[in-house]
């Protein structure tokens, strides 16, 4: 089962969440290996996975806002999220 991070906020029935792995090194063979760190923001549904591979939190709120802006939902979303993340 795939891990699906941490939970940064939620629009409706939509939810913003975030997995970041740290830089790491080992020592293999008498040399010390480096793994880079990463980020990565993710959308969910529920518990289903809609979009993923973005590395920023305002671009996958404003993502789901445009989806909500199709579905015509968008006087649901707190107005605090919309100041925070400067969603149009």
């Known amino acids: 089962m795939e891990k699906r991070g941490h939970h940064?906020?939620?629009?409706?029935?939509?939810?913003?969440?975030?997995?970041?792995?740290?830089?790491?090194?080992?020592?293999?063979?008498g040399k010390i290996v480096k793994t880079p760190g990463d980020v990565e923001v993710m959308i969910y549904k529920n518990k289903s996975k809609v979009e993923g591979?973005?590395?920023?939190?305002?671009?996958?709120?404003q993502k789901i806002y445009d989806i909500l802006k199709k579905e015509g939902k968008?006087?649901?979303?707190?107005?605090?999220?919309?100041?925070?993340?400067?969603?149009?």
């Open 53 to 61: 591979g973005m590395k920023d939190i305002k671009v996958a709120a």
């Open 8 to 29: 940064i906020c939620k629009m409706v029935n939509y939810a913003v969440r975030q997995k970041i792995t740290k830089e790491t090194s080992r020592r293999i063979g």
């Open 74 to 88: 968008t006087t649901t979303v707190d107005k605090r999220l919309i100041k925070k993340y400067n969603l149009v």
